[in-house]
Nanobody
Framework: QVQLVESGGDSVQAGGSLRLSCADS????????MGWFRQAPGKEREGVLG????????AYVGSLEGRFTISRDNAEHTTYLQMSSLKPEDTAVYYC???????????????????WGQGTQVTVSS
């Protein structure tokens, strides 16, 4: 069973940085893809970045301009999303999720994530 808890959301000004964390209390963390998703007000949830068990990163959205970085610590069962140069349009609830790693760990499909955290709010003001 996978239980995910996000933390690190906050209100910041444009140009600021935040690091989100996702702690996984389950027993299968090391074998799962881990992903970060976000849902802005009035919009559908979208994938941001995924990371395979071995650390290969898959980008799900093309507008990040290298501002976001995903990483994971398999020993600590924790996934991170480092966000910099934040923009008001990054305002959203950010969710982490666990998913399958079906392609030999080379990349993580945006579909199929099966366990989700409760979300953490990121608000960026101009």
């Amino acid at each position: 069973q996978v239980q995910l808890v996000e933390s690190g959301g906050d209100s910041v000004q444009a140009g600021g940085s935040l690091r989100l964390s996702c702690a996984d209390s389950g027993h299968t963390y090391a074998g799962n893809c881990m992903g970060w998703f976000r849902q802005a007000p009035g919009k559908e949830r979208e994938g941001v970045l995924g990371i395979s068990p071995g650390g290969n990163v898959t980008a799900y959205v093309g507008s990040l301009e290298g501002r976001f970085t995903i990483s994971r610590d398999n020993a600590e069962h924790t996934t991170y999303l480092q966000m910099s140069s934040l923009k008001p349009e990054d305002t959203a609830v950010y969710y982490c999720a666990a998913g399958p790693s079906p392609y030999g760990g080379t990349w993580c499909p945006v579909e199929g994530y099966f366990s989700w955290g409760q979300g953490t709010q990121v608000t960026v003001s101009s």
